[in-house]
């Protein structure tokens, strides 16, 4: 028997977001099914107006910039596309190239292997909603085309049809701060790591200037309750030990925390009992300032 199926959503025309600068496509989701995930591919259109007009979307400069799932009042997903596309690079979904985004619901393994329970139960909810920035005209194309004509979002659902017995929630969530200081930079609480749920891992992103790099961060460390240390890692160790458990490298600027890479759920990092965890301080020693820190969250929120 099968595992999936598939659900196709309307095409949708963003060609009046792309020429009027910019802007949400807000996508109302069906609600009666358990998902996996889901697939946005983006078809250009021509281009009208300007000197030689040209497309120059890529993965660096994609035609979405942002994903959000809201279900009700949860927040699923919120990230910018540059950070689901380095996720979907280490968890083995779609390759990234500016047009086409899997956006996983469920949580898979480094093997990319579905996680079952961990789907997306739409039935549940009565307001689901896909939400994708969309940039203005001018900052996906060159040679100042004054117009888009049929550039097309198509958006298909995928479907685990197995009873996977008990669910959780699993929320994939961005953060930013900027480390001011070169040296020591204290963030507590830290704004990467909350204390209400159980961490599969955190992806970090540093640049400076828009400059992706590995060479802006020396250390990492992280405590608890302000005397237990959870970790205290050079970002080179760390980048590093990410490379041998997703057997590839992270691109430039990217380093992960990962601690739970398999199904074995006791790998998952407790921050749910604020009782027992009053605080967790996060210390970022650069080598140079302004640092701008980007991260996103796998947590899973328990009941």
Excluded: C
Excluded at 140 to 149: F, K
Excluded at 199 to 227: A, C, H, P, R, W
């Amino acid at each position: 028997m099968p595992t999936h199926s598939t659900y196709k959503y309307p095409a949708y025309n963003i060609d009046q977001l792309l020429n009027q600068g910019g802007g949400v496509l807000n996508i109302q989701l069906q609600r009666n099914a358990l998902v996996s995930k889901y697939r946005v591919v983006v078809i250009l259109g021509s281009l009208s107006g300007g000197t030689s007009p040209a497309w120059t979307v890529s993965a660096s400069n994609p035609i979405i910039q942002n994903v959000t799932l809201n279900a009700d009042n949860n927040t699923i997903i919120q990230m910018d596309t540059d950070m689901l596309q380095e996720l979907n690079k280490l968890f083995g979904h779609v390759t990234a190239n500016g047009l086409v985004f899997d956006i996983p619901v469920a949580d898979y393994t480094v093997d990319n292997v579905e996680i079952p329970g961990t789907e997306f139960p739409s039935y549940d909810y009565i307001n689901n909603n896909l939400l994708l920035k969309i940039p203005p005209l001018s900052q996906v194309t060159s040679g100042s085309p004054t117009a888009s004509s049929g550039t097309t979002v198509y958006l298909v659902e995928e479907d685990y049809l197995k009873n996977p017995g008990a669910l959780v929630m699993v929320k994939k969530i961005q953060n930013v701060a900027v480390l001011g200081i070169t040296g020591d930079n204290y963030l507590v609480p830290s704004p990467f790591l909350s204390v209400d749920g159980l961490y599969k891992m955190v992806l970090y992103q540093f640049s400076q200037n828009g400059q992706l790099s590995d060479n802006l961060i020396n250390y990492i460390k992280t405590e608890l309750n302000g005397n237990l240390t959870l970790s205290d890692e050079y970002y080179s160790t760390l980048k590093a030990k990410d490379e041998s458990i997703f057997r590839q490298p992270l691109d430039p600027g990217y380093v992960a925390d990962i601690y739970m890479p398999h199904m074995d759920v006791r790998d998952l990092l407790p921050l749910l009992n604020p009782n027992i965890i009053t605080s967790v301080k996060q210390v970022f020693n650069t080598a140079t300032s302004p640092v701008q820190v980007k991260s996103v969250k796998i947590e899973y929120m328990v009941q």
